[in-house]
């Protein structure tokens, strides 16, 4: 990936993985011009996946992703590669789900309150913050991920 025109425009966007308690977040700046596609990829190294699994974006009924991925049932999917960020903003504000590894099921909010011209000399996607560390990937979703945590601060628990 390589960083973008720093004169663009920029949307400051949250990312929050659902169900999360405390809830792990981050913030990143990114060009409005990026596809969804692209976004997927800021958004796997932002929060740490390592990109094995299927992805999908959906804002209000419409979903988002790879058109040869399997169809894991609802609406039709369209290409997100061929979908912009700025085509999906309206007044600057934006929210939609990003949903990760459909067995495990990981849902991230994804909020766009502020877009801006871009400065000159930084390269975007830029990031800005973040609180803790992302769960492991294949283990078990929200639920086993809160077993693992459970169990690893027990050195009694059966599966420490």
């Known amino acids: ?32 011009s990026l596809t969804l596609r692209t976004l997927h990829e800021v ?14 974006f959906t804002v209000g009924d419409q979903r ?6 399997e169809d894991w049932g609802g609406l039709p999917r369209r290409d997100a590669a061929k979908t912009r960020l700025r085509d999906l903003l309206t007044a600057s504000r934006l929210e939609m789900v990003y949903e990760y590894d459909f067995g495990d099921g990981w ?14 000399g930084e390269g975007y996607p830029r990031y800005i913050a973040g609180q803790y560390a992302c769960p492991p990937e294949d283990c078990g979703g929200i639920p086993g991920f809160y077993h693992m945590l459970e169990a690893q601060a027990d050195p009694d628990h059966p599966d420490h």
Do not use: C
């Open 1 to 32: 990936m390589t960083a973008l025109h720093s004169f663009n425009e920029i949307a400051s966007m949250r990312i929050e993985l659902t169900d999360t308690a405390p809830l792990i977040w981050r913030e990143v700046d990114v060009p409005t």
């Open 43 to 56: 958004i796997q190294v932002t929060m740490g996946w390592l990109d094995y699994h299927l992805w999908e």
């Open 64 to 69: 988002y992703g790879l058109p040869d991925n």
């Open 107 to 120: 849902r991230h909010r994804l909020l766009i309150n502020n877009v801006r011209q871009g400065k000159a």
